[in-house]
């Protein structure tokens, strides 16, 4: 290939993404509820787990955490509500790809969660040009319900999830 | 009779299961909803492409499915409308086809399939007298269709001016005047001056009409056709009214205006909203609960304004995706639809 050829099988539009040192994964140490009938409060760090993983639709090399796309500050719970907010915050302001994250963040918290919980994902606010249109997309349930029924789009979402 | 004065709560008469993924709509026959001897039959249409006719037995007073409209639809239906006769059911699908259905009672035939819309098709509407249907799209049209001799439906309109995904088609209950609701948080009134089918859109009620902030799902009118309810991802339900004698004379269009805004009720989505005949509207939210609400005939205040009557909590075990008041008279029925997969029966009541 002659210098100043472009490479034409991998044009990324984040080439050169900042990768974040892994933060040491938090060891559950409250072994004290032994009661086999009682059910904890699902928190925090139980819900990062099930989306610190998620491949970034870009780099399926990397995870959401390792992109600082998702931290655990990103979860916001309430069990009682049964309410979970999940805010994330795409590499770059620009990029044209939020809207599969936040499907993907939508579909695994559906797949993980009990059915009585709201979820609701959004853009970290300031962090992207199309941050209303992106919300309001992934706001409405009847588009997301059309979107997952697409087959190319599952596909990409599996991938992300690595199923 | 002042309702506010009685003490009333929201029966779950019984709860329909059957469909295998979140139902979406419901829909009650207009004709064996009301006339006596006759059972009420209510349609309900689900993700799961199928939809479950239900009829309520006259001995048992019981409701069961009596058959399943399947194999025809291959994605999620989305709503269903009955023609005024009864005699035919029209269903809305992300397939992009509206299925036309006969009604012979005991059985359904899928006699036509209406193709033309780009993409998922949200939602159909008969007129008044049955001559017409309207249908929309996310491919952001509004299609008119005329029903023609021997199972023919002819596009007899298209309608564009929406710049999203249009939710909701709902002709007016006297009138040929057709209304859309949309994503992109407008109204739209569409008229066909000379009665000739060039419909136009005659107005759009967008926020610097005292609109919607957001996406707007649905419209319902009030018996009289004077009034409309609108709900919306804002939050909030719009009252709107018109000078229905005006409109009536077949003078010009009489514009609608915003009459009052139920705002601070509601935290999730209303995805639903349903006008009674005797004016109680019934709203279906994101937060698993239906409120019913009526006018508080407050002369105090300019225009009218309406308070909660009740709010039934935990109504679904999810979003409630449809509420419809039973045209019959004097019942007070509603049915509900739910992303938890069931349909349920209502009846409003006073408490013992």
Not at chain 2, 111 to 128: F, Q, Y
Not at chain 2, 148 to 175: F, I, R, S
Request: with cysteine; glycine share 6%; hydrophobic share 35%.
């Amino acid at each position: 290939m002659r210098s100043g050829e472009k490479k034409m099988d991998s044009v990324l539009i984040n080439e050169n993404p900042i990768i974040y040192p892994k933060r040491p994964r938090r060891v559950r140490t409250d072994q004290s509820n032994t009661d086999e009938f009682s059910v904890d409060p699902i928190d925090q760090l139980e819900i990062f787990d099930r989306i610190r993983d998620i491949r970034d639709p870009e780099h399926p090399k990397l995870s959401l955490e390792d992109l600082n796309i998702l931290t655990e500050e990103s979860v916001e719970v309430d069990d009682d509500k049964s309410y979970v907010r999940i805010t994330f915050t795409p590499t770059l302001p620009h990029c044209h790809l939020p809207t599969p994250i936040g499907l993907c963040l939508l579909a695994k918290l559906a797949q993980s969660l009990p059915a009585r919980f709201k979820v609701d994902v959004r853009v970290a606010p300031g962090s992207h040009d199309k941050e209303k249109t992106v919300n309001k997309q992934l706001g409405d349930k009847e588009r997301v319900a059309a979107g997952l029924e697409n087959p190319d789009l599952v596909a990409l979402l599996n991938k992300m999830m690595q199923v | 009779m002042d309702l506010m004065e009685k003490n009333l709560e929201l029966v779950e008469i019984q709860k329909l299961e059957g469909h295998t993924d979140r139902v979406w709509s419901v829909a009650w026959n207009p004709v064996s909803s009301q006339a006596d001897g006759v059972s009420p039959i209510l349609a309900s249409c689900s993700g799961d492409n199928t939809v479950r006719i239900w009829e309520q037995s006259s001995l048992s007073r019981s409701w069961t499915c009596k058959t399943v409209l399947e194999e025809t639809h291959t994605r999620t239906v989305r709503s269903c409308a009955w023609s005024p006769s009864g005699q035919l059911l029209a269903t809305a699908s992300f397939d992009g086809t509206t299925g036309i259905w006969k009604n012979y009672g005991s059985e359904f035939d899928c006699i036509s399939t209406l193709e033309g819309h780009e993409n998922e098709v949200k939602s159909v509407s008969w007129n008044a007298s049955g001559s017409h249907l309207a249908t929309c799209s996310r491919d952001k049209s509004v299609w008119i269709w005329e029903v023609l001799e021997g199972n023919e439906y002819d596009c007899a309109a298209v309608l564009t001016g929406h710049t999203q995904d249009v939710k909701m088609v709902q002709w007016h209950p006297t009138m040929d005047v057709l209304f859309s609701c949309s994503y992109d948080n407008t109204i739209k009134v569409w008229w066909s001056e000379d009665d000739d089918g060039e419909y136009q859109c005659v107005q759009t009620l967008g926020e610097s009409n005292n609109g919607h902030s957001s996406t707007v799902w649905s419209i319902s009118f009030n018996a009289a056709g004077d009034k409309m309810v609108t709900c919306s991802d804002d939050l909030t339900l719009k009252i709107w009214g018109t000078d229905i004698a005006r409109m009536q004379s077949g003078e010009d269009y009489a514009p609608w205006i915003h009459l009052c805004t139920l705002s601070g009720y509601h935290d999730r989505t209303i995805y639903s909203a349903h006008w009674s005949r005797d004016d109680i509207i019934a709203s279906g939210a994101g937060d698993n609960a239906i409120r019913l609400f009526v006018d508080s005939k407050d002369d105090s205040v300019d225009g009218p304004s309406y308070n909660l009557l009740l709010k039934k909590n935990k109504a679904h075990e999810n979003d409630v995706n449809s509420v419809q008041w039973s045209p019959g008279e004097g019942n007070r029925l509603l049915a509900s639809a739910s992303d938890d997969g069931m349909v349920k029966i209502w009846q409003l009541a006073t408490k013992p």
